[in-house]
């Protein structure tokens, strides 16, 4: 088992010659994990869903987490864990769209305030996990900068999850998955506009979800589905 605590100092020039910390805290003990983790800003973190050191475990798997913010000195977080073998998560803050089925690891605003929070636990083998949430300056005459949330809980195996969140105003989703073979796609955006998506999946057979709510007015959503039809379900919702 090894540990690794790192301590990425981030040269960030906002106009002063003050340099700033970000924390990375994991503690491996599976084989062949691959890790890339970029930083940009000031004191961002990553660590462990309930506790100091994001505890990886399992053999195989990739993880990538990229933090960014270029305004305001607003800090974001991630929290991970993982356990199970064969899993792909990434976690993006200031980073990542829906576009190109969640393989879209480069994309920015060019007003990132941060502040933001992804929770992911896993569990399970053979998931793949995208989460991706910016919020750049939105259409309102004082710009918004509020802070996002991901929680993302993956308990089963085979699952394939994209979820991002993009535009100014405060946004969350949940989403906790009970079974196997799930498909799930969330996205929200909306300038200025607050969104919140809940959803609980659970059954003998996968869901296929679709949510997006695209909206400048507030929307919110809440789901708990079990499926027990032969084949999987199919939800798909969209608030605009």
Not at 18 to 24: E, P, Q, T
Not at 192 to 220: C, I, K, P, R
Request: hydrophobic content about 30%.
């Amino acid at each position: 088992m090894w540990i690794v605590r790192l301590l990425l100092v981030i040269l960030l020039i906002y106009f002063s010659p003050s340099s700033f910390a970000n924390d990375i805290f994991i503690t491996q003990s599976g084989d062949r994990l691959d890790l890339d983790v970029v930083q940009e800003g000031q004191d961002h973190v990553v660590s462990g869903y309930s506790g100091t050191h994001a505890n990886i475990q399992g053999d195989d798997n990739t993880v990538m987490v990229k933090q960014r913010s270029v305004v305001a000195a607003d800090s974001s977080q991630v929290k991970l864990d993982v356990n199970g073998d064969d899993n792909e998560v990434f976690a993006g803050q200031g980073v990542g769209t829906y576009s190109s089925g969640y393989t879209n690891y480069t994309q920015t605003d060019s007003l990132e305030a941060g502040e933001h929070l992804t929770q992911i636990d896993v569990v399970g083998d053979d998931n793949k996990v995208y989460t991706g949430q910016r919020n750049g300056s939105g259409f309102s005459t004082v710009p918004q900068y509020d802070d996002h949330t991901i929680t993302a809980k993956v308990y089963g195996d085979n699952n394939e999850v994209g979820m991002f969140q993009g535009h100014d105003g405060s946004k969350t989703m949940s989403l906790t998955i009970n079974n196997d073979g799930n498909n799930v796609d969330m996205r929200q955006r909306g300038y200025d506009a607050e969104h919140s998506a809940t959803v609980t999946l659970d059954g003998t057979a996968g869901t296929s979800l679709y949510l997006d709510q695209n909206s400048t007015t507030s929307q919110s959503y809440s789901l708990n589905q079990f499926c027990a039809t032969a084949g999987g379900c199919s939800v798909s919702v969209t608030q605009n």
